[in-house]
């Protein structure tokens, strides 16, 4: 059964860092991409970042670039998501999304459930 | 920046009747090398994450019902859910992986009436 499974999620305050992992079975996790997905309470989806099969690439919404790092360990089959210089509005519940393909223009085929990113003071 | 609108923002429809979310996009996601449509749909349940339903405007996800059918092409797409069911009250998004930043559109909220 394909599973992706995110942790690290949690209270930090402004200008605090946290990193988010997101831990993938039941597929071949270097060969396809891998997406962050966030949703501020009672909002929309937003895009976060995206990330090429070899970890070779990556992309960034503009709200986040520059404070936010996406990376890849293929030989642990996990996603991660640093996150510095945190915001009010980053806020959200963060999901990570498998594409369905190694590369860019994919679609996301299976969702984690999601953690949890609280920054308040 | 592509961007995705989804009309109406939320809809009742009566059980076994017919449900149909619309989304226009700002700029074409058909890509002519491949002539494909780069556009899907998500299904979020309250308290769960989204799920997908329809990839490439109109291809059924594995176990997606055929009461759920996806439709359009260009910038103007459909999401047509028929005989509706208790279990399809959810929010629905459409999105474009056509191009970086990939889009959602802000959800159509479906509940029964």
């Known amino acids: 059964e394909v599973q992706l499974v995110e942790s690290g999620g949690g209270l930090v305050q402004p200008g605090g860092s946290l990193r988010l992992s997101c831990e993938a079975s039941g597929f071949s996790f270097s060969s396809y991409s891998m997406t962050w997905v966030r949703q501020s309470p009672g909002r929309g989806l937003q895009w976060v970042s995206s990330?090429?099969?070899?970890?070779?690439?990556?992309d960034y919404a503009d709200s986040v670039t520059g404070r936010f790092t996406t990376s890849r360990d293929n030989s642990k089959n996990t996603l991660y998501l640093q996150m510095n210089d945190l915001r009010a509005e980053d806020t959200a519940t963060y999901y990570c999304?498998?594409?369905?393909?190694?590369?860019?223009?994919?679609?996301?085929?299976?969702w984690g459930k999601g953690t949890t990113v609280t920054v308040s003071s | 920046d592509i961007v995705m609108t989804q009309s109406p923002d939320s809809l009742a429809v009566s059980l076994g009747e017919r449900a149909t979310i619309n989304c226009k996009a700002s700029q074409s996601v058909l890509y002519s090398s491949t002539n494909k449509n780069y556009l899907a749909w998500y299904q979020q349940k309250p308290g769960q994450p989204p799920k997908l339903l329809i990839s490439?405007?109109?291809t059924r996800h594995f176990g997606v019902p055929d009461r759920v059918s996806g439709s359009g092409s260009g910038r103007d797409f459909t999401l047509t859910i028929s005989n509706l069911q208790a279990e399809d009250v959810a929010v629905y998004y459409c999105?474009?992986?056509?191009?970086?930043?990939?889009?959602f559109g802000q959800g159509t909220r479906l509940e029964i009436k």
């Open positions: 990330i090429i099969g070899s970890g070779g690439g990556t």
């Open positions: 999304a498998k594409g369905n393909n190694y590369g860019g223009k994919a679609y996301m085929d299976v």
């Open positions: 999105q474009q992986y056509y191009a970086t930043p990939p889009a």
């Open positions: 490439w405007a109109s």
